[in-house]
């Protein structure tokens, strides 16, 4: 990932509360008078990942960062207490508002494609435009590609859903509601050993097939047991909550970012995020750009998808 910018230390960190409950970390990173953009975090629960800032020139954007609520360096860790889609646009607005930013551009990827675009619908006077990868319009069918027995993932990787599910009463019948309640309940597990196992084997799911490769063979030796209980919990949390939103409610209502400038990275063999969401999207909005990246998955991790969204947000800087 030579192409990339150097990754850079935040020149400032902080904590808001939105809550009594909750207290967000926010991390500020770059150019301080630069172009705002805020860096939003797939998952849910994934938490800000170390390199984000590569895909960023320093010297011409004000990176805002944040963990979600219950993910990363945000507290509690995996509460899905108070944590909805609606709080989470909420915390936006409230970072958008301390950070003195009238508008800004959003980043977001997976999960994060979710929230930016949620966020541009319901303010769209306060954003320059957006960057997304991956796109998730949280739809039933987008819910099933990824959880459910009959899914697209769990075609494609048939033996990794094996491992997903093993020892779950789980068959081609159950509905993926069914399937994140069976993991919910294994997560409030008071045997540590059933609830760690369960927990691990949700995450190794989604790390098994974000990539077309893995550089160290099977990706199943993450140790940080935080990350792995915040994606888990958070993302099954939302999952079967329909991730708080009402069907097809993205693309019901984008019309309004018609005016935007808006640029979509999707690798061709995204088997968590399918590649058919962002066409339709791109389709839906007149100033849109799709590119689809050939020879990647989903993860950011994919040199070829990193380099995509680093020359996507040196093209929107100049855009906006």
């Given at each position: ?24 970390y926010?991390?500020e ?21 170390a ?14 960062a944040f ?78 590609w990824?959880?459910s ?7 494609l ?49 989604e ?10 063979g ?103």
């Amino acid at each position: 990932m030579s192409n990339l910018y150097p990754i850079t230390s935040p020149y400032t960190h902080y904590r808001l509360s939105p809550s009594r409950l909750h207290s967000i970390y926010i991390e500020e990173t770059g150019n301080p008078n630069g172009i705002p953009v805020l860096f939003i975090h797939g998952g849910p629960g994934g938490g800000i990942s170390a390199n984000y800032s590569a895909m960023f020139n320093p010297d011409v954007y004000r990176i805002i960062a944040f963990d979600q609520r219950g993910a990363g360096q945000s507290t509690p860790l995996a509460e899905t207490r108070d944590n909805t889609t609606e709080d989470l646009l909420a915390d936006i607005e409230m970072i958008r508002q301390h950070c003195l930013v009238e508008k800004w551009l959003l980043f977001g990827g997976s999960w994060g494609a979710t929230l930016a675009l949620l966020a541009a619908i319901k303010a769209p006077e306060t954003v320059l435009g957006l960057v997304l990868r991956g796109v998730f319009l949280a739809r039933q069918e987008d819910i099933d590609w990824f959880i459910s027995p009959n899914g697209g993932a769990a075609q494609l990787y048939p033996e990794h859903y094996e491992a997903f599910t093993q020892d779950m009463p789980i068959d081609k019948s159950t509905s993926t509601q069914t399937v994140c309640e069976l993991f919910e309940e294994r997560f409030s597990q008071k045997n540590r050993f059933l609830q760690t196992d369960s927990l691990r084997a949700w995450y190794n799911w989604e790390e098994r097939i974000s990539r077309i490769q893995h550089p160290y063979g099977d990706p199943v030796t993450n140790y940080d047991l935080a990350q792995v209980s915040s994606l888990s919990s958070l993302e099954c949390h939302y999952l079967k909550h329909n991730c708080f939103i009402s069907e097809n409610y993205i693309l019901k209502h984008v019309d309004v970012l018609s005016e935007l400038p808006v640029y979509i990275v999707h690798g061709r063999y995204d088997m968590i995020c399918k590649l058919e969401a962002s066409y339709l999207l791109q389709r839906s909005l007149p100033n849109s750009t799709l590119q689809v990246v050939a020879d990647a998955g989903h993860s950011t991790s994919e040199p070829s998808i990193a380099s995509a969204l680093k020359d996507a947000t040196d093209l929107m800087a100049k855009l906006i």
